[in-house]
T-cell receptor
Framework: GAGVSQTPSNKVTEKGKYVELRCDPI?????LYWYRQSLGQGPEFLIY????????DSGLPNDRFFAVRPEGSVSTLKIQRTERGDSAVYLC???????????FGSGTQLSVL | RKEVEQDPGPFNVPEGATVAFNCTYS??????FFWYRQDCRKEPKLLMS???SGNEDGRFTAQLNRASQYISLLIRDSKLSDSATYLC?????????FGKGTRLHILP
């Protein structure tokens, strides 16, 4: 939705496995955000990109989480050695032209068994 | 302490009533403010920006008090379709931070 495509929509994995979540915004938007949302909670900031670089990655919970955006468009969130506590909806958003109103994708529901 | 705090509710309000939500933020360097709406199992969507002078969009009125670091949202003549979670959002140096959300149930 809103010019942001996230794939897969659902991902089930086993504890300890590696996963990649993809975010594909419509072109022409330099700012891109990743959030994680657990049930009953608000979206928790993870990282945001300006162009290809991570402008603020202070929300990444630990070094198992990493995100890239090599060409300034598509972004991938990578989680190593997944844990059950990583289960959540991972949301990606592009910023509008003013740089601060966010337009979200439909999210990826990650379930770690 | 969370940077953005909201009463999680739920607020159960009869149709047609007026309801108000509040939100506080802890960092005085925060620059801009928003309300988002999130329906069950859907992504958040921007409802409105919040300006110091107060602003209105139809039945919705948002207010900001920078001195008290307090944001409010007022919904008049509530409709069944207003049932959702309302998220208070703060932008601090392009780090956009969401509150936990306030759940609203409009009762027929």
């Amino acid at each position: 939705g809103a010019g942001v495509s996230q794939t897969p929509s659902n991902k089930v994995t086993e504890k300890g496995k590696y996963v990649e979540l993809r975010c594909d915004p419509i072109s022409g938007h330099t700012a891109l955000y990743w959030y994680r949302q657990s049930l009953g909670q608000g979206p928790e900031f993870l990282i945001y990109f300006q162009g290809t670089g991570a402008a603020d990655d202070s929300g990444l919970p630990n070094d198992r989480f990493f995100a890239v955006r090599p060409e300034g468009s598509v972004s991938t969130l990578k989680i190593q050695r997944t844990e059950r506590g990583d289960s959540a909806v991972y949301l990606c958003a592009r910023a509008g032209q003013d740089g601060e109103k966010l337009f979200f994708g439909s999210g990826t529901q990650l379930s770690v068994l | 302490r969370k940077e953005v705090e909201q009463d999680p509710g739920p607020f159960n309000v009869p149709e047609g009533a007026t309801v108000a939500f509040n939100c506080t933020y802890s960092n005085s360097a925060s620059q801009s403010f928003f309300w988002y709406r999130q329906d069950c199992r859907k992504e958040p969507k921007l409802l409105m920006s919040v300006y110091s002078s107060g602003n209105e969009d139809g039945r919705f009125t948002a207010q900001l008090n920078r001195a008290s670091q307090y944001i409010s949202l007022l919904i008049r003549d509530s409709k069944l379709s207003d049932s959702a979670t309302y998220l208070c959002v703060v932008n601090r140096d392009d780090k956009i931070i969401f509150g936990k959300g306030t759940r609203l149930h409009i009762l027929p």
